[in-house]
T-cell receptor
Framework: ETGVTQSPTHLIKTRGQQVTLRCSSQ?????VSWYQQALGQGPQFIFQ???????GRGNFPPRFSGLQFPNYSSELNVNALELDDSALYLC???????????FGQGTRLTVV | AQSVSQHNHHVILSEAASLELGCNYS??????LFWYVQYPGQHLQLLLK??????LVKGIKGFEAEFIKSKFSFNLRKPSVQWSDTAEYFC??????????????FGKGTHLIIQP
């Protein structure tokens, strides 16, 4: 166990809807990152939050947004869902930016 | 931006065979290097990491990796695999001074199957 927990574990949404995924970081970790892992691919970096501020973003459109709260838990929001958004979404926390990341088990999102 | 290539997408070995999984990255500057493993139904776990110093790093479960800067490579090795090593293996990099802008860049992964 990494101490990083994500909810829900599985989710089915309809195209055009909005979704919120949640992550609880490992205790003491002030950095959280989100990744999208499509079937058969490696995780792709969506964005990173450090002390409640977004401090890095991958090649994802603005409809992917996030929040980090004072207790360092985090949310990933995706608006206007598309079929291609179907993937495993992974949350990872780090003690310090750009060091070892500890991953949660992920949320499997299916868009129909 | 950096990229990571893993040479073998699927590898099948017998127990006790030796393992080497290739990983090459493209990035002109200093990088942190990682190997993660994903066992069936489990979360991504760190096998080993290289930040600086001795280019031969040892990780958990008997795995090791060698950083060869001139070849931009960070290959994973294990002298004798076990059935329990069946998993997906990912190589990843990030620049230590990137400020988080790029996060971790992962390869596409290698699906390793160990036959009893």
């Amino acid at each position: 166990e990494t101490g990083v927990t994500q909810s829900p574990t599985h989710l089915i949404k309809t195209r055009g809807q909005q979704v919120t995924l949640r992550c609880s970081s490992q205790s003491g970790h002030n950095t959280v990152s989100w990744y999208q892992q499509a079937l058969g691919q490696g995780p792709q970096f969506i964005f990173q939050y450090y002390r409640e501020e977004e401090n890095g973003r991958g090649n994802f459109p603005p409809r992917f947004s996030g929040l980090q709260f004072p207790n360092y838990s985090s949310e990933l929001n995706v608006n206007a869902l598309e079929l291609d958004d179907s993937a495993l979404y992974l949350c990872a926390s780090s003690l310090v930016v750009n060091t070892e990341a500890f991953f949660g088990q992920g949320t499997r999102l299916t868009v129909v | 931006a950096q990229s990571v290539s893993q040479h073998n997408h699927h590898v099948i070995l017998s127990e006790a065979a030796s393992l080497e999984l290739g990983c090459n990255y493209s990035y002109g500057g200093t990088v942190n290097l990682f190997w993660y493993v994903q066992y069936p139904g489990q979360h991504l776990q760190l096998l080993l990491k290289y930040f600086s110093g001795d280019p031969l790093v040892k990780g958990i479960k008997g795995f090791e990796a060698e950083f060869i800067k001139s070849k931009f490579s960070f290959n994973l090795r294990k002298p004798s695999v076990q059935w329990s090593d069946t998993a997906e293996y990912f190589c990843a990099v990030n620049p230590p001074d990137g400020g988080g802008a790029d996060g971790l860049t992962f390869g596409k992964g290698t699906h390793l199957i160990i036959q009893p």
